[in-house]
T-cell receptor, first 116, second 113 residues
Framework: EAGVTQSPTHLIKTRGQQATLRCSPI?????VYWYQQALGLGLQFLLWYDEGEERNRGNFPPRFSGRQFPNYSSELNVNALELEDSALYLC???????????????FGDGTRLSIL | AQSVTQLDSHVSVSEGTPVLLRCNYSSSYSPSLFWYVQHPNKGLQLLLKYTSAATLVKGINGFEAEFKKSETSFHLTKPSAHMSDAAEYFCVVRIVNGNQFYFGTGTSLTVIP
């Protein structure tokens, strides 16, 4: 079974540019989660998509946005990039399972975004 | 309300000695609990999960964790640390009737040769 895949592995941008990060979940998983892991700040929850809908978002400005496609893959878009956006962006997926569900998240290896 | 507290931000042990990484949780609902490990510049890898079948859960790489409801704890242990265990460890809670995951702030494990 293929795991969660993220692309690109590394992305270098300059201030003010826009970045698009991509994530393909494990087959059968309908939920996709995005996290930002900046140096010294731990794992910060960004966005959660399920069945094509945004279900929740973390405490990030609107220039962080995304979407989930009919095949459950997802994009994270970051507009007007700032230096502090430099971080490892992790995507995770989970299966809906039955409710109650005890299925874990499965993570990709992330996209390292560097802002110059 | 749901939350996860990892009591130690850094833990340092000698190779071959036991590892204890502490995690306390609060949840209004029956939780599912997980431990993940993250090596540098990699994603998070699932170590083990608690899903109410047994309070003592065995995971990969010799790790195990015990769910103690009375103490609202889910501490991660390993009898003998190996150099390859040096990494960041995250405790995570998922409320059983929802799809929201709550992460602890992580514990950095250093293994001294």
């Amino acid at each position: 079974e293929a795991g969660v895949t993220q692309s690109p592995t590394h992305l270098i941008k300059t201030r003010g540019q826009q970045a698009t990060l991509r994530c393909s979940p494990i087959s059968g998983h309908t939920s996709v989660y995005w996290y930002q892991q900046a140096l010294g700040l731990g794992l910060q929850f960004l966005l959660w998509y399920d069945e094509g809908e945004e279900r929740n978002r973390g405490n990030f400005p609107p220039r962080f946005s995304g979407r989930q496609f009919p095949n459950y893959s997802s994009e994270l878009n970051v507009n007007a990039l700032e230096l502090e956006d430099s971080a490892l962006y992790l995507c995770a997926s989970s299966s809906p399972g039955q409710i109650p569900s005890n299925q874990p998240q499965h993570f990709g290896d992330g996209t390292r975004l560097s802002i110059l | 309300a749901q939350s996860v507290t990892q009591l130690d931000s850094h833990v340092s042990v000698s190779e071959g000695t036991p590892v204890l990484l502490r995690c306390n949780y609060s949840s209004s609902y029956s939780p599912s609990l997980f431990w993940y490990v993250q090596h540098p510049n990699k994603g998070l890898q699932l170590l083990l999960k608690y899903t109410s079948a047994a309070t003592l859960v065995k995971g990969i790489n010799g790790f195990e964790a015990e769910f103690k409801k009375s103490e609202t704890s889910f501490h991660l242990t390993k009898p003998s640390a190996h150099m390859s265990d040096a990494a960041e460890y995250f405790c995570v809670v998922r409320i059983v009737n929802g799809n929201q995951f709550y992460f602890g702030t992580g514990t950095s494990l250093t293994v001294i040769p």
